[in-house]
């Protein structure tokens, strides 16, 4: 019999409650959900739906008000932020929309900021590296600001990918950029992703990333509405 490896990520009746204006907000209901080690998830559904909440508690981005998530077999619900802080730091990478640089460093500094925090000696060796992986090594001395949209995510993809995380999340990895970067952006992406063989969860709109996932799951109204083989979703809304 072979044994089954743990899930990566493993959430059982996660729920997410804010408090808004007129009063609690159900933002997610009752999410149970295993993410197994290499396996690239997409999150698709309406705007809305809760795809980036979900994404945001697999991170300990946002903390869940009900339920139970592990990630690596470790209670990410009885962590405190600092303890979720490190957690991130030493096992994920996270990807935003919007980039997320930091506009005061160069790009080499930028991606060899995580590697510093984690104590990494050769951090500066290792972002160049990283930069060079992504094409960029020529614009390792440039700030964000003299770095073109696409330029910009390839050097937060190289600042996620640089410490080795087990775990990568992505929200809307290519939803700021147009269609030719969007897509040297996605076979950066997945190309990474099979080097480093990280588990690749990903919020996206775009049918043509969510084909190439292993599994995509559905939201909708902050439920999960279906899990969808890959090779048959059409539109991700």
């Known amino acids: 019999m072979t044994k ?3 899930p990566v990520l493993h ?3 996660a729920s997410l409650t804010l408090n808004g204006n007129t009063g609690p907000v159900r933002i997610l209901q009752d999410i149970s959900l295993d993410v197994a080690k290499g396996e690239t998830l997409g999150l698709i559904g309406p705007s809305g739906s809760g795809k980036s909440s979900l994404l945001m508690l697999m991170g300990g981005l946002e903390l869940a008000t009900g339920g139970h998530i592990s990630a690596l077999g470790q209670d990410l619900t009885t962590m405190n932020e600092d303890a979720l802080a490190r957690f991130r ?3 994920m990478g996270v990807v935003f929309q919007s980039f997320h640089l930091i506009p005061t460093m160069t790009a080499l500094e930028n991606v060899a900021t995580p590697l510093e925090l984690a104590g990494r000696s050769d951090a500066f060796d290792i972002a160049l590296a990283e930069l060079e992986a992504v094409g960029l090594g020529h614009r390792a001395g440039h700030f964000p600001a003299q770095l073109s949209g696409g330029e910009q995510q390839r050097v937060a993809l190289a600042r996620a990918l640089a410490p080795r995380p087990a775990i990568l999340l992505a929200d809307e990895p290519t939803g700021n950029l147009d269609e030719a970067n969007g897509a ?6 997945f190309g990474l992703r099979d080097r480093s063989g990280a588990t690749l ?4 709109h775009a ?14 109204d902050g439920r999960l509405a279906d899990t969808v083989s890959a090779a048959t979703t059409e539109a991700a809304e």
């Open 207 to 220: 049918p043509e990333l969510a084909e190439r996932c292993d599994r995509v799951v559905r939201l909708r």
């Open 201 to 204: 969860v990903m919020v996206t």
């Open 184 to 189: 040297a952006v996605m076979d950066l992406l």
């Open 4 to 6: 089954t490896s743990p």
């Open 11 to 13: 959430l059982k009746d």
């Open 89 to 91: 730091r030493d096992h």
